[in-house]
């Protein structure tokens, strides 16, 4: 027996000047009693609503609840109190629209812990007392006005509760549709619920035994006063109401349902879920690719820089050394391309400048002239367009010239190995250097056989060029000098690629840096649309969320639900995503040729980071969820 006494009960509303919306409002209600609430429009008949059904909390006066001052109590505990004692039935209906009829009905039960199936056995009972058997599986939107307000009188059925608030249940009905509403309440009222309803309406009015009439904040007939509880009696024919006793414990979600109810409310709003899923899919795909290709580009950078940059050691004769001194070039060619490591090695040895004419009867130009041991176009990764018949090597008395030089001296095709004059003597000419990507400068000048080196007079310096295994450069670096002149290794400078491994490390931090910076700010775009989506998803459902609140849903089982559909979201997102980035990542390496390199370290990666944008994006939502004041949302 729930016994309501309110004693001179005010509630202002903030503003200038504050407006008094309830005065010194006294009034009693028993158990059982059908209480109609009437008066002129903005008289207050809502807030005292609100207040009597714990959905708002006066600022002035005592509110006895059995006994109990409850004017003031816990959010906590009214949030227990609503859910144990009262029903509610709006104007606005407030279903959950998208979803089956049964989950509205069921929903009061949601938050007394009670087991799905226990849930859902009482709410198609309350369902078929009103009525409304056949609808349970229906989307609640398609229902009528008046079948939408049943539903909402058969989860006060369902819930068994004691008290039922009704404002204005029949305002947006037909007087068809609205009488059955009222007899579904008076159901409710015979089977010993306690029904408080507010209506303008004099004939909804009349079937009350007690009617209060609120006029600018305070009640015209103070004198009303409390009829008699009528004895619970057993309900007719066509409306069988369940029992009485409240079921469960108030106020409490199972884990279970936390998760089902996110599920279903996910599934309900399909579009906007795919939209959110699609979201944080795009972070988590660019983040999971960003690394991804980072990881593939690294190894395509590792064995790119493998394959050419760190290969050259050069090592050269500074001028003013008497190379007439040292030893045969092709001996010291050989000698350094013994060395392990080594894959080719070339001597180059620079001879100046040489008068050079195609024939007598044309220009003569000046050019670099050079002896090479047969090792330097490969060590020079020369490309030689050869003449025919030619065993790409240079023999005495022939030469390779670079290829702006032929073009200067018209030197024509190289086919029929044509002769060019240098200083006078005659030189076959069996190749041009069509590209010299390590001595660029070979362009303009001739290559001759190591043979032809005395008639070119003294030598003004000279280089070795050694071609190396990848990774072999520093060590190569290191013996070479004694190799090539073993009495005075120290006059040498050697040309070797900075460690290849530190150049690595250097190279690929800055590869992973670039996509690490492209991966943060796609997961924080993630994270900021997330959010965003989900903070004006909140505004969305302020009704729902007031309904779930005033069905005794507690602040932490509304964040609760914000966070967990987020994470689910997150979730699936992140599944989306990592499907996307793998397609995308074996898509362009092997469009590149690349190998792709995959870590499975990235399914963890993506789910763990699919979940954290959910949690992160959704707290702004949830914040702004457990503001939700139950009366404000509820308004309209
Ligand atoms: N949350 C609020 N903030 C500020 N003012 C409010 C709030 N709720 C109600 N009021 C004001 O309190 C007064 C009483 O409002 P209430 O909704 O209780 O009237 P009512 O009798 O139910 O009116 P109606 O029949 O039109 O629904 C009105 O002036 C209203 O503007």
Redesign the pocket.
């Known amino acids: 027996m729930t016994h309501i006494r309110l004693e001179r009960i005010g509630r202002e509303?903030p503003?200038t000047p504050p407006?008094r919306?309830l005065d010194e409002v006294s009034l009693e209600v028993l158990q059982g009693e059908w209480v109609s609430v009437v008066?002129?429009?903005?008289?207050?008949?809502?807030?005292?609503l609100n207040i009597v059904a714990l959905l708002d909390a006066p600022t002035a006066g005592t509110y006895l609840l059995d006994g109990v001052d409850v004017a003031g109590v816990s959010e906590r505990t009214r949030s227990r109190l609503r859910s144990e004692r009262f029903g509610f039935v709006f104007q606005s209906f407030h279903l959950l629209d998208r979803r089956p009829v049964i989950d509205s009905v069921e929903l009061g039960l949601l938050y007394r812990g009670l087991p799905a199936a226990e849930r859902a056995e009482r709410a198609r009972a309350a369902l078929d007392a009103v009525g409304l058997a056949d609808f349970a599986d229906r989307q609640a939107k398609v229902l009528s006005g008046g079948q939408r307000q049943r539903v909402a009188v058969a989860r006060a059925l369902a819930s068994a509760s004691p008290i039922v608030v009704a404002d204005?249940p029949t305002g947006n009905l037909d007087s068809a549709s609205g009488e059955q509403v009222l007899n579904a309440l008076d159901a409710l009222h015979r089977a010993g619920s306690t029904i408080i309803l507010?209506t303008?309406s004099p004939e909804v009015a009349a079937r009350a035994p007690r009617s209060i009439r609120?006029a600018d904040?305070r009640v015209s007939n103070p004198d009303s006063v409390a009829t008699a509880a009528p004895a619970a009696e057993q309900p007719d024919e066509d409306v069988r109401v369940p029992s009485a006793a409240a079921p469960g414990r108030p106020a409490t979600l199972r884990l279970r349902d936390l998760f089902s109810d996110a599920f279903a409310s996910l599934g309900s709003r399909m579009r906007r879920t795919v939209a959110l899923v699609s979201a944080v899919a795009i972070g988590i795909g660019l983040t999971v690719a960003t690394v991804g290709f980072s990881q593939s580009a690294q190894s395509q950078v590792s064995q790119n820089f493998d394959a050419h940059l760190n290969r050259y050691v050069t090592v050269s004769w500074p001028s003013g050394v008497d190379l007439t001194a040292a030893a045969a070039d092709t001996e010291i060619a050989s000698r350094v391309a013994g060395i392990d490591g080594v894959e080719r090695a070339g001597m180059l040895v620079d001879h100046g400048a040489h008068v050079i004419r195609v024939s007598p009867t044309r220009p003569a130009f000046s050019a670099p002239m050079l002896t090479a041991t047969a090792g330097v176009p490969q060590a020079a990764e020369l490309t030689v367009r050869w003449a025919p018949g030619i065993r790409h090597r240079i023999q005495p008395g022939q030469a390779l010239v670079g290829r702006s030089l032929a073009d200067q001296l018209q030197l024509g095709t190289v086919d029929s190995s044509p002769t060019i004059l240098i200083d006078g003597r005659a030189v076959a000419v069996v190749g041009v250097i069509a590209e010299s990507p390590r001595v660029p400068a070979l362009s303009g000048q001739v290559l001759l056989s190591p043979g032809d080196g005395e008639y070119l007079g003294e030598p003004s310096g000279a280089k070795l060029l050694a071609l190396v295994r990848p990774g072999a450069a520093q060590v190569v670096a290191r013996a070479a000098p004694l190799a090539a002149d073993p009495f005075e290794p120290g006059r040498l400078d050697v040309e070797a690629p900075p460690d290849p491994q530190q150049l690595r490390t250097e190279v690929e931090g800055s590869v992973r840096l670039a996509l690490g910076i492209v991966s943060a700010v796609s997961l924080a775009a993630a994270v900021v649309s997330l959010g965003n989506a989900m903070s004006s998803a909140i505004a969305e459902r302020r009704p729902e969320i007031g309904l779930r609140r005033a069905l005794g849903a507690m602040p932490r089982h509304i964040a609760g639900l914000v966070v967990v559909e987020s994470a689910i979201i997150g979730l699936i997102g992140g599944i989306g995503g990592l499907v996307l980035s793998i397609a995308g990542i074996l898509g362009v390496t092997i469009a590149n040729r690349w190998v792709p390199v995959l870590d499975v370290r990235l399914i963890p990666l993506a789910l763990i980071g699919g979940v954290l944008i959910g949690g992160i994006g959704c707290v702004a939502a949830a914040v702004r969820a457990i503001r939700v004041q139950p009366?404000?949302a509820l308004?309209g």
Do not use: C, Q
């Not at 008066?39 to 005292?48: A, D, N, R």
């Open positions: 509303f503003g407006l919306a008066g002129p429009s903005g008289g207050g008949k809502s807030t005292l204005e507010v303008h609120i904040g009366s404000d308004r």
